[in-house]
């Protein structure tokens, strides 16, 4: 080896690699134990423990040895900081890091060696399927391109074209190419057509490499990241929608630090586009009997905990009339599905599954009916109980079906392109007289929703508002202007005028 060569490191090979953030995170722990009980694995029954290495960390500094490796076999005489049999259960989570009262970064550590036994060790539980199956397929799961076009055309997904204000809906392998999960995928399809979102799929899409960087396979992970970043650019994406909080995650935060132009992407999850829409009146949503069973939510750790989403979720599920069952672990403190760092495909070798503890508490809530928001905890719990959906799926249960009543060029008055009136569900005379009165007091003016609350001097839910007023511009007696993509009313002075109608 060159003396170049040898100088190369590839992850937290020996303790001398270890980053000073890392050493300091070594002395700064007060050993509370409350990573270790945050641990899906560790509650799982496994021999991974968060306090553990830290404290193991702290050992092998003060033992001053630079060489002494820090990952390596259980059975080593001077035992490593972290064993590869701890580390191949990790799946990522991030509950250590997060429960940890002095910021200790467990993740560092973690990756880090995982990096190290993947790119330079190749000992202990390295995913080298995972890492063929991506080579040769493109796709986590192994499968044929053909598969994901045949989905792509028995769902009629549209393809992407790049025009303006649409949508980049990135499926992520699992929706791409598991069937399992087509009702998902035809649900979302379904909530989109609704609210007449432009939207298109891509024939090209690859895995994002989010689950090749976790596994310690940074060069995979890297290939994979430029060649989605080239192909966004090329396609002239804009704003993506993914279902997958993985894929949500990497593209969002860490593309970036390939490539500055990949920051000024919008990217969204699912549920928080069907939470914008839901308030905007776009997707008419209610109870489909009346009221749904209890039901419980499981939140995903890379949503919750990572993007710290936990409202946009809950906000559209009660929307559309829906009741979550108290889970024990819930919001930033959710229990992970044990699908993280590929363990939604790996074969557990070594070690206990990570999903039972998860699938104890749910069942123990005694919901009928289980709601993801991610394609892999989907797949990890299902049948947890009797049955398992993606958010979509249960809000395209809820969707009241209405006839759109017409559309209009964008721009002037009327309703802009893309963009749906909705036959009200119920009218309310009462708030429009008053609305209708307060345009008689100023009938010059144009007003947003909020300004025509505040001097009509009414406090109701602002959908209900909106409702009102787009009733009474297809009454005739308001009419719908549009500036800057806000929407304003006024009264309609000229009310035989047919072009200021809906
Ligand atoms: S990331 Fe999750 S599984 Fe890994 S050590 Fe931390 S809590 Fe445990
Ligand atoms: S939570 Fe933080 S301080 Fe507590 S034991 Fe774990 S690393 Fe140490």
New binding site residues.
Partial sequence: MSEEAADVTLGLEAVKDVPWKTRL?FL?????????DACPAHVAGNVLD??GF?LAGRRALAAGKPDDVVIGPMAEAAPPVLTEEALGVCVTCGA?EY????G?E?LQLLIGSKRAQTLASGRGVVAADFFHAIESTGNALARPKADRAKLLKELELPRFTGADGEWLLWLGCIWGFNRDQRPAVAAFKQLLDAAQVPYGVLDEEVCCGHHSRRQGEEVQFQDLARRTIELLHEKKARKIVTACPHCLHTMRREYPQLDGGAAALEIVHHAQLLERLATDRRLPLRPADGAWETVAFHDPCYLARYEGETAAPRAVLAAAGVSLANLPNQGARTLCCGGGAAGFVREIRHGKRVDPPRRDEIVASGAKRLVTACPECRMMLDAAVEQTQDIAELLAASLVRVEPVSTAPAGGHGVGEGETMYKPVQDDPELEAKILQMFEHHPQEEMQLLDIAGKAHVSCKLCDLRHAADHLVEEGQLCLCRHGGGRYYKLDEDGASQDNRI
């Fill in positions: 995170d700064a722990c007060v050993e509370c134990r409350r990573c270790t968060p306090r830290i250590c429960g940890c009262p002095v200790v467990h």
